[in-house]
């Protein structure tokens, strides 16, 4: 059975399943009728409740995991990445980055825009440097989505100069004489980069949801909404039935990749959006402050006002915003990294959860336990129905000396605590092309189940979790933290067929090796989206149980 055979009834047979089911955690055969569970457990149980003319599918004593589920991720940034723009991430200091710089844009057209992709903390080229090697070229270096460093000519195109007046979330940072220093933060929106053609961004997206998502077990993406072109491209690959399944968080202005205003008629309007259980509106993204340099701390208020962090909304428009979406029936995501933000989001949620206590909204704060100070505002937000969904895979860039990372005193990544009082951690990669390795869930999940960065220095070895945890994290918990649990996360009768046939027995894995489990197929709704396996005629025509 290869990639796009028609799903019909169908019978897997000679595996183990792990389900993640209490009920039945480990079972050898699953039975699926139009794109759902229908039998789970040995091949005589399953056999009984599909007709003669099923398909059957040999696992050959291989591994069934539940289909993946990545809460937070940024698609088409990544695909952008892979397919448009320079990959920097591995060069040595700024000037082996400007080495490719050059020799890439030997490659280009006269005045094409040039834009490399970098990663977290790296030794990028300054403005000066980019000026001096690109004169007449436009050049952008990100680090992350939240920060990059442009040249004059990027900055003439684009229309930005000292007096650019900037929305509110964007900061263009100066130099000590007052003069921009090439450096942008949350301004992407800003920048005048030409956008791939239609055919071109199809193509990329299709190639990043399969590389870097499918192959690795992944059937439902949750993305954080880049462009109308890519959340109308995103939907048509996966109606096509050959892409995992896309939910899509819609970003709200003001802040970056807004498409959305939080305003009673657009949320009905979006809440009302043609959906299926193949592509669907998630509900919004609301980015409440910056990335790391731009998160709103208590810690710089001592500072002048245009170093604090970007924080785009006050908290009484917050609580509107929360108000609006959840009458629509909206789930929102609010984008908080810093304590003050925290406190911004964590207040609105409980003002909410005081006027609709029986409301299930489970609003969730983004990048929350990233960074903590003891329990009581976990407590204070899982009381008031909301969801803490941290990044575990982000402990890879953490810096060796615990006095330079963010904040210096703050426990990192204390995973064990939150799922003690949250009783989940939701699994996501949150990568806009950095850090594309967290695309795979078997990477993050060591990275959970170690906690050391990538010097392999621990951060927090304490606070690890276990195999059992960690696969949770991306089954059971990640449904639920986007409100599906009652369709996905476990095999069982009734849930939909998504599952992914591994290499090895995750339980029987040790840690170190993870990242080295291989998706051999990914199955969603039944049918093969990505690997091939073997099939049988027919259930009719086996009357001994495989072996």
Not at 80 to 105: C, I, K, T
Not at 428 to 441: K, L
Request: proline letters at 6%; one cysteine or more; charged letters at 20%.
């Amino acid at each position: 059975m290869s990639v796009g055979t028609p799903a019909g009834e169908t019978m897997f047979v000679n595996g183990s399943v792990i389900t993640m089911d209490p009920a039945q955690p480990r079972a050898e055969a699953v039975g699926i009728r139009n794109g759902r569970f229908v039998a789970v457990g040995s091949a005589t149980e399953v056999r009984a409740h599909l007709g003669d003319d099923a398909a059957m599918i040999d696992l050959a004593g291989r591994v069934v995991v539940p289909g993946l589920i990545d809460t937070h991720t940024h698609i088409e940034f990544i695909a952008l990445s892979r397919h448009f723009w320079l990959d920097v991430r591995g060069a040595d200091g700024s000037p082996g980055v400007l080495a490719l710089l050059e020799s890439h844009a030997a490659e280009l057209e006269r005045g094409h825009w040039l834009v490399a992709q970098g990663t977290f903390g790296q030794d990028l080229p300054s403005k000066a440097d980019l000026d001096r090697a690109f004169p007449d070229r436009p050049v952008v270096v990100r680090w992350t989505m939240h920060k990059f460093v442009v040249n004059q000519s990027a900055l003439d195109a684009s229309g930005i100069h000292a007096h650019t007046t900037v929305p509110p979330g964007v900061r263009l940072q100066r130099d000590a004489s007052g003069a921009l220093n090439g450096v942008l933060e949350e301004a992407w929106d800003l920048l005048a980069v030409p956008s791939p053609a239609p055919e071109q961004l199809r193509d990329a997206l299709a190639e990043t949801l399969d590389v870097l998502f499918a192959r690795n077990g992944v059937t439902t993406v949750h993305e954080i909404a880049c462009s109308e072109a890519g959340v109308s491209t995103l939907r048509d690959l996966a109606r096509s039935g050959t892409a995992p399944r896309i939910g899509v968080l819609v970003t709200a202005r003001p802040g970056h990749q807004a498409l959305t205003v939080v305003e009673a008629a657009e949320m009905e309007r979006l809440a009302a959006t043609d959906a299926d259980d193949r592509w669907w509106i998630q509900g919004v993204k609301i980015f409440l402050d910056g990335g790391r340099d731009g998160a709103f701390r208590s810690a710089d208020l001592a500072d002048p006002a245009d170093r604090w962090g970007l924080l785009t909304r006050l908290y009484p428009t917050l609580v509107s915003e929360l108000r609006v979406a959840a009458e629509a029936g909206l789930q929102v995501c609010t984008h908080a990294i810093g304590d003050l933000a925290q406190e911004v989001a964590l207040s609105a949620i409980e003002r909410m959860h005081e006027a609709h206590p029986d409301l299930d909204h489970r609003f969730r704060i983004e990048h929350f336990f990233n960074e903590s100070h003891g329990v009581e505002d976990l407590t204070r937000l899982v009381d008031a129905g909301g969801i803490a969904v941290p990044n575990p895979g982000f402990v890879i860039a953490e810096p060796d000396d615990p006095a330079l990372r963010q904040p210096p005193s703050a426990s990192k990544y204390a995973l064990r605590t939150l799922r003690g009082v949250q009783g989940a951690v939701p699994g996501n990669s949150d990568t806009a092309g950095a850090q594309p390795f967290t695309t795979n869930p078997w990477f993050t999940m060591r990275c959970m189940m170690e906690l050391t960065n990538k010097h392999g220095v621990p951060i927090n070895p304490g606070e690890t979790l276990s195999i059992d945890e960690a696969l949770r994290s991306f089954t059971v918990d990640a449904a639920w933290a986007t409100k599906q649990e009652l369709e996905k996360g476990i095999i069982a009768p009734g849930y939909v067929a998504d599952f992914a046939v591994i290499d090895r027995d995750p339980y029987d894995t040790p840690v170190a090796e993870f990242d080295a489990i291989t998706t051999q197929a990914t199955v969603v709704g039944g049918r093969i989206i990505s690997g091939q396996l073997d099939a049988r005629a027919s259930v009719s025509s086996a009357s001994e149980d495989p072996v």
